[in-house]
């Protein structure tokens, strides 16, 4: 019974093992040419940190076994567990240094308890304006009492333009008020069939920021110390809006002064709609091609001015606040080609912006779990850039 035992554990091992070696092989391809990839790019920087601890597992008991005496079966799990934790220990050392040296902070004992990404619950909801009777709202997270005035954080979500929720990454969210910020995070109109939001979510944007400008000080935040942080489709909110309000000239809807953010900091935002179009891997459901379609109205040849207004290389100026963009080197979606296109415009353009490169990481890569090693990389490097521009 014990030998059954042993054999059933050890081809476990191996099946567990050949799993880590198949994400290991995915993890080096190219993540816009197959689901493979897509997959195999999208598991390290949650589960990485556990996929290590099963092929060490692994290999522990195929030296068990092999003691035991079967010892082809306990030579074969020991074989492919140690391709599994060559493979895993590489991917994961490359993750952390990328985040050590962005002045990103890990702790690996938090990195195995993932956490929901969706609580907890903001302190305070508020109505920034109704149209044609849909409230679009303000999530608020508070400071610390005593930390007043507060710097303010304004967070736009992601989701293609199509989908999400601005309170979706909420343990952020209070992750950040926690450090001493006051964060805001906003809704927006989102793109139906047949109703196209490229001209209308930006003019939401402007109505948030001129609310939280007129109102951050109820909540004890210092508007005149704002930074603008977004995700995908709001990562090119934020820049779009941030730039063209720091650039001058630009009236919010709702009537009020637009203030110009002192920072930006983005994670994967879809600055070149034309490379997500063309280039990202189609998901059923979210498919590169179908969410830039229905932002704009149509394909980009076929309306290049709308195109144009949402592109954020339209909105480069010197006048741009500091910009930190976080970019997973095999985003399937928000392809990193496009990204290193638009950085290097802005460069040119004599834009202070900081590029953080996150390898073995696909789009979405922090959003999977609160405290995975992707998300703890990713709030940290985010932290550092905002208290060197704006505290």
């Given amino acids: 019974?014990?030998?059954?035992?042993?054999?059933?554990?050890?081809?476990?091992?191996?099946?567990?093992?050949t799993g880590v070696i198949l994400a290991v092989i995915g993890a080096f391809a190219d993540p816009t040419s197959s689901l493979f990839a897509v997959v195999a790019s999208m598991v390290w920087t949650t589960f990485g940190p556990f996929m290590f601890l099963a092929t060490l597992a692994a290999c522990l008991l195929g030296i068990g076994v092999r003691l035991a005496g079967m010892r082809s079966l306990g030579g074969l799990t020991i074989a492919l567990s140690v391709l599994g934790l060559i493979g895993a220990g590489?991917?994961?050392?490359?993750?952390?240094l990328a985040g050590v040296s962005a002045g990103g902070e890990i702790n690996l004992r938090a990195a195995f308890k993932l956490g929901s990404m969706a609580e907890p619950a903001p302190d305070i909801v508020e109505t920034v304006q109704v149209i044609d009777g849909t409230e679009?709202?303000?999530?608020?997270?508070?400071?610390?009492?005593?930390?007043?005035?507060?710097?303010?954080?304004v967070y736009i979500h992601g989701g293609g333009f199509m989908t999400g929720t601005y309170t979706e990454t909420a343990a952020d969210l209070r992750w950040f008020a926690d450090q001493g910020w006051l964060v805001i995070s906003v809704e927006y109109r989102l793109f139906a069939p047949e109703d196209p939001t490229w001209d209308q979510a930006p003019d939401?944007?402007?109505?948030?920021?001129?609310?939280?400008?007129?109102?951050?000080?109820?909540?004890?935040?210092?508007?005149?110390?704002?930074?603008?942080?977004?995700?995908s489709a709001g990562g090119n909110l934020a820049i779009n809006e941030g730039f063209a309000a720091a650039a001058g000239?630009?009236?919010?809807?709702?009537?009020?002064?637009?203030?110009?953010?002192?920072?930006?900091a983005v994670q994967?935002?879809?600055?070149?709609?034309?490379?997500?179009?063309?280039?990202?891997?189609?998901?059923p459901g979210f498919e590169p091609r179908m969410l830039v379609s229905g932002y704009i109205g149509g394909g980009p040849d076929q309306y290049p001015d709308r195109l144009a207004a949402v592109s954020s290389a339209s909105f480069l100026t010197p006048e741009a606040p500091p910009t930190q963009i976080i970019l997973?080197?095999?985003?399937?979606?928000?392809?990193?080609?496009?990204?290193?296109?638009?950085?290097?415009q802005a460069e040119v353009a004599g834009v202070d912006i900081e590029l953080v490169r996150i390898p073995f990481a696909n789009h979405v890569f922090n959003q999977i779990a609160a405290n995975s090693l992707g998300n703890q990389i990713g709030r940290t490097v985010r932290l550092r850039f905002l208290e060197q521009h704006v505290r």
Avoid at 138 to 143: D, H, Q, S
């Fill in 249 to 264: 000239g630009v009236n919010s809807p709702c009537g009020e002064s637009i203030p110009a953010p002192v920072a930006i």
């Fill in 268 to 283: 994967y935002p879809a600055v070149n709609p034309r490379s997500i179009f063309e280039d990202g891997f189609p998901i």
């Fill in 1 to 17: 019974m014990k030998r059954m035992a042993q054999i059933v554990l050890a081809l476990l091992g191996s099946v567990a093992s």
């Fill in 90 to 96: 590489f991917i994961l050392t490359r993750v952390w």
């Fill in 328 to 344: 997973p080197e095999k985003d399937s979606l928000v392809v990193a080609s496009g990204t290193l296109a638009f950085v290097q």
């Fill in 136 to 153: 679009l709202r303000a999530a608020i997270y508070l400071p610390p009492t005593g930390s007043a005035p507060a710097p303010v954080i």
């Fill in 204 to 231: 939401d944007v402007r109505c948030a920021l001129a609310w939280t400008f007129e109102n951050a000080a109820r909540f004890g935040g210092d508007p005149t110390r704002l930074a603008l942080l977004g995700d």
